[in-house]
């Protein structure tokens, strides 16, 4: 158990819908990432948000965005989805930055299915 | 930018045999190697994180190498076990870059 709890499990959603998919990151992280993971790969990086603000962003489009709280909690919200949206999404929490070295915990993931 | 290969992709063994699965990389600028562990559909499971200034680690069963100078990192499993079957995946943190990079991963089954 990494401490880090994501929800819901899975979600079924129609292509043009909104969805939020959320995290609970280990207390006192301050720290969270956000992955895309389709299947058959390796995760791909979507972003970072370091102390509620950006920190980083991978290559996906602004329908991507997201919102980290003082408490510890995030969002990874998605407009306009799109069948290749389908994927697990996986946060990963962590003490620091990804540029100290610091381990990242990641949360068992949310799948999302687009019809 | 740092790209990640995992060759085997797929790896079939019998259990109790000694096993490695291979990571490879492109940019030695890295500041950690983490390997994971994948069950099917599930999130991933820290198993051993390398910093850019250690060479190896160890956990139980469990043995991962970091070379810097030729790409490489390696995870030992000693004495495999059907427990262990899953996908393995390694990830690396590049200087000035905030992600971790994935490669593909090794897909692990121990035949029992």
């Known amino acids: 158990e990494t401490g880090v709890t994501q929800s819901p499990t899975h979600l079924i959603k129609t292509r043009g819908q909104q969805v939020t998919l959320r995290c609970s990151s280990q207390?006192?992280?301050?720290?969270v990432s956000w992955y895309q993971q389709a299947l058959g790969q390796g995760p791909q990086f979507i972003f970072q948000?370091?102390?509620?603000?950006?920190?980083g962003r991978g290559n996906f489009p602004p329908r991507f965005s997201g919102l980290q709280f003082p408490n510890y909690s995030s969002e990874l919200n998605v407009n306009a989805l799109e069948l290749d949206d389908s994927a697990l999404y996986l946060c990963?929490?962590?003490?620091?930055?990804?540029?100290?070295?610091?381990?990242?915990?990641f949360g068992p993931g949310t799948r999302l299915t687009v019809l | 930018k740092q790209e990640v290969t995992q060759i085997p992709a797929a790896l079939s063994v019998p259990e109790g045999e000694n096993l490695v699965l291979n990571c490879s990389f492109t940019?030695?600028?890295?500041?950690?190697l983490q390997w994971f562990r994948q069950d099917p559909g599930k999130g991933l499971t820290s198993l051993l994180l390398i910093q850019s200034s250690q060479r190896e680690q160890t956990s139980g069963r469990l043995n991962a190498s970091l070379d810097k100078s030729s790409g490489r990192s390696t995870l030992y499993i000693a004495a495999s076990q059907p427990g262990d079957s899953a996908t393995y995946l390694c990830a690396l943190g590049t200087f000035g870059n905030e992600k971790l990079t994935f490669g593909t991963g090794t897909r692990l089954t121990i035949i029992p």
């Open positions: 940019d030695s600028a890295i500041y950690n």
């Open positions: 948000y370091y102390r509620e603000e950006e920190n």
């Open positions: 207390s006192g992280h301050n720290t």
């Open positions: 990963a929490s962590s003490l620091d930055t990804g540029g100290s070295g610091v381990e990242q915990f």
